[in-house]
């Protein structure tokens, strides 16, 4: 069992929809998550953290984490072209070291 | 406020050669990650460093590879002796002081070809 798993996708959405894009991770003691956003050819971009259970919004952003579930989500409302990307998450034990899951790539169809 | 910078942004190197990569951190910020992804693959995490200390290198390879980061300058990624499988995309990301597990902002990266 991989520490972060992410759908496998690719992921595809219509203009306007919501993207639900989901993340598990193995390792209780974790404390911090992170959503990254990577554009091809281009470094990850951080875009929401998250280290209390329950929701965070930010904008068209929303995280959400359960963490007696070991889940972590992010929710895209009102999804654009520009959004598509591949979508990392990463979960921090507060020891240094992120760990990455292995993305999901995002499609945003006009 | 510059961000993470990193340099050259393009090297290549024959087998055999070495090479550098270097990583200056965001102005405030302590901490540095070197990540590696290769082509369509997530990033691994290969060592998280402070200033004149190497914290976590649990991801780095056991030979070829080092990293530092000293008092004065850039952290540095060698590595020595390069083969074709260490063509890839070298990630730096630095973190403020203080919290361990805070947000990492990333350097655009070095990408590395061997030949």
């Known amino acids: 069992q991989k520490e972060v798993e992410q759908n496998s996708g690719p992921l595809s959405v219509p203009e306007g929809a919501i993207a639900s894009l989901n993340c598990t991770y193995s390792?209780?003691?974790?404390?911090?998550f992170f959503w990254y956003r990577q554009y091809s050819g281009k470094s990850p971009e951080l875009i929401m953290s998250?280290?209390?259970?329950g929701d965070k919004e930010d904008g068209r952003f929303t995280a959400q984490l359960n963490k007696a579930s070991q889940y972590v989500s992010l929710l895209i409302r009102d999804s654009q072209p520009s959004d598509s990307a591949t979508y990392l998450c990463?979960?921090?034990?507060?020891?240094?070291?992120?760990?990455f899951g292995d993305g999901t790539t995002l499609t945003v169809k006009p | 406020n510059a961000g993470v910078m990193q340099n050259p942004r393009h090297l290549v190197r024959r087998r055999g050669q070495e090479a550098r990569l270097r990583c200056s951190p965001m102005?405030?910020?302590?901490?540095v990650y070197w990540y590696r992804q290769l082509p369509e693959e997530g990033l691994k995490f290969m060592v998280y460093?402070?200033?004149?200390?190497?914290?976590?290198e649990s991801g780095m390879p056991k030979e070829r590879f080092s990293a530092e980061f000293p008092k004065e300058g850039p952290s540095i990624l060698r590595i020595q002796q390069v083969v074709r499988g260490d063509s890839a995309a070298y990630f730096c990301?630095?973190?403020?002081?203080?919290?361990?597990?805070?947000?990492?902002?990333f350097g655009p990266g070095t990408r590395l070809t061997v030949t």
């Open positions: 990301a630095s973190s403020p002081p203080g919290r361990q597990g805070y947000e990492q902002y």
């Open positions: 390792d209780r003691g974790s404390q911090s």
């Open positions: 998250i280290y209390s259970n």
């Open positions: 990463a979960v921090n034990t507060n020891a240094g070291k992120s760990t």
């Open positions: 102005k405030g910020h302590s901490h």
């Open positions: 460093l402070q200033k004149e200390n190497i914290i976590d």
